[in-house]
């Protein structure tokens, strides 16, 4: 019973002390990404979003304005204390504790916090971004198209893939059948500085997919058929 309350009390302050959900902002993005994405499904109310790496349901978010405007989706992440956050905030979503990459297996992830989105599955991204100790623990991987499967997802048209995973963005890409599910836009972390020609640009085009709009890392793609 008191790790319960303990629980409630963590994810309270999380969400209405920490980031202070009860202040309206116009952008729930780290870049703005959000804006550009509801400006253009201005006319959609009740699209879906696939959220690889969600994080937090309103910090740094760029699903969050579309769940205000009745969007539903599922979201996925590495920590399960991001996965609590999402049940609280956004019952009605698939909220699901897993790695997605290219591949399905238990592997290793590396983290420093029960919260963050540095948080990866490769550990060089994490020597990379880290200060101080890393810790290791493990978790079940899958593809995107395992998850899928496995939720029975069939019937949903997809209007937004939004994957930040530090360092696995590609693999996300290479584990999810993008000529099935055609998601419209598509929006990934890019890190090269020449973003065309980064290995995850080439891909989409290889697709079909023109980049639309670019911020600091975040760039979204749009699907020309």
Same mark, same amino acid.
């Given at each position: ?7 409630? $009390?963590? $994810?309270?302050?999380?969400?209405? +002390? ?36 969600? =994080? ?31 049940? =609280? ?8 504790? =897993?790695? #997605? ?19 990866? #599955? ?28 496995? $939720? ?20 996300? +890409? ?15 972390? #890019?890190?090269?500085?020449? #973003? ?12 079909? =997919? ?16």
């Amino acid at each position: 019973m008191l790790n319960k309350i303990k629980k409630k $009390i963590h $994810i309270f302050h999380n969400i209405y +002390l920490k980031h202070k959900h009860f202040i309206k902002k116009k952008s729930y993005s780290m870049d703005g990404e959000d804006i550009f994405i509801v400006e253009y499904f201005r006319k959609k109310n009740d699209g879906f979003y696939i959220d690889v790496g969600c =994080y937090h349901p309103i910090h740094r978010n760029n699903t969050y304005l579309l769940h205000k405007n009745g969007w539903s989706g599922i979201n996925i992440d590495i920590h399960q204390f991001s996965i609590d956050l999402f049940n =609280y905030l956004r019952p009605d979503d698939v909220n699901l504790n =897993y790695a #997605i990459s290219n591949t399905n297996e238990v592997t290793e992830m590396f983290y420093q916090k029960e919260l963050s989105q540095l948080s990866t #599955i490769e550990e060089q991204q994490a020597k990379i971004a880290f200060q101080g100790n890393i810790k290791k623990s493990k978790i079940q991987s899958l593809t995107l198209d395992a998850l899928l499967e496995k $939720i029975n997802f069939t019937d949903k048209k997809l209007d937004l893939l939004d994957i930040d995973v530090e360092g696995t963005d590609l693999k996300v +890409l290479k584990g999810f059948n993008i000529e099935k599910f055609k998601p419209e836009l598509i929006c990934v972390e #890019i890190h090269e500085k020449d #973003i065309k020609n980064s290995e995850i640009y080439k891909y989409l085009n290889n697709f079909s =997919y023109e980049l639309v709009w670019s911020g600091v890392f975040s760039h979204i793609f749009k699907s020309k058929s």
